[in-house]
């Protein structure tokens, strides 16, 4: 998978650019990146064959990007203006925008500032809890400083922390992440959503909640419940992809 860099701030933020047709612009969760979210799953080949043009970006701190190490670098909306400018680098005016976990927060705030720029959003792994502050973060921030996984006993924290070993993540760069962009999405901006929305979340996503309950906030919004997946297992689930895919091919 080739990778690009663009220049956003005083930060070079890493892509990727596949294919041709409506472009679909994918944004990943903490401490993944391209590869594990997006490439790994299948979801860039699946769309590529739907006829979309995939780009897909990693967010600061992650993969190929810059990895800065202090808080104040990692607030959402830094991350949204890293996400609309590589839209503007790749002279793309309107994309359909789909976000895990913490890119379905970057996706939220994306359609609230720059509502022109999004044709429809996805929130995937991301229900009620998007509008709550997020708990354990402070576990997980530590679980990522700690020595190694043996030395963390929390157990939100050591899924963290595995995940960030398997990646090859900079932990130090993640825990700054985790301390500086947990703000929750406010309901009013939720309910000031005009574009299509699809809300997709495992069953026993705890990290998540429920997909049902975030889409009753969004106007016009659907719930795609995820039968028995957890929030690491959704991502790659076949229901998910079917939905996706269903959901595009029906928004205007």
């Not at 294919?19 to 790994?40: C, M, Q, R, T, Y």
Request: with cysteine; charged share 25%.
């Amino acid at each position: 998978m080739e990778s690009q860099t663009f220049r956003s701030g005083d930060l070079n933020i890493a892509f990727t650019d596949q294919g041709d047709g409506d472009p679909v612009l994918l944004i990943h969760g903490f401490a993944s990146n391209i590869k594990a979210n997006w490439a790994d799953p299948g979801w860039i080949s699946l769309l590529r064959r739907e006829g979309y043009r995939v780009i897909a970006i990693d967010n600061r701190g992650h993969g190929g990007s810059d990895k800065p190490r202090d808080i104040a670098s990692y607030h959402l909306r830094h991350m949204v203006e890293d996400a609309r400018g590589l839209l503007d680098h790749l002279g793309i005016a309107r994309a359909d925008v789909m976000g895990y976990s913490m890119g379905a927060r970057i996706t939220a705030l994306l359609a609230h500032f720059h509502p022109a720029r999004v044709r429809s959003a996805i929130f995937g792994g991301m229900g009620a809890n998007m509008v709550r502050p997020m708990r354990g973060t402070e576990e997980i921030a530590s679980a990522l400083e700690a020595p190694s996984l043996a030395d963390v006993t929390d157990p939100t924290g050591r899924t963290f922390r595995a995940f960030a070993d398997k990646t090859g993540s900079d932990r130090l760069a993640l825990a700054a992440c985790m301390r500086g962009s947990r703000e929750p999405i406010g309901a009013d901006v939720l309910s000031n959503l005009r574009c299509p929305v699809l809300v997709a979340v495992g069953t026993t996503d705890d990290i998540a909640a429920p997909a049902e309950e975030l889409a009753k906030l969004i106007p016009g919004a659907e719930a795609l419940p995820i039968p028995g997946r957890d929030h690491m297992l959704a991502v790659g689930d076949r229901v998910y992809k079917t939905g996706v895919v269903d959901f595009l091919r029906r928004r205007p």
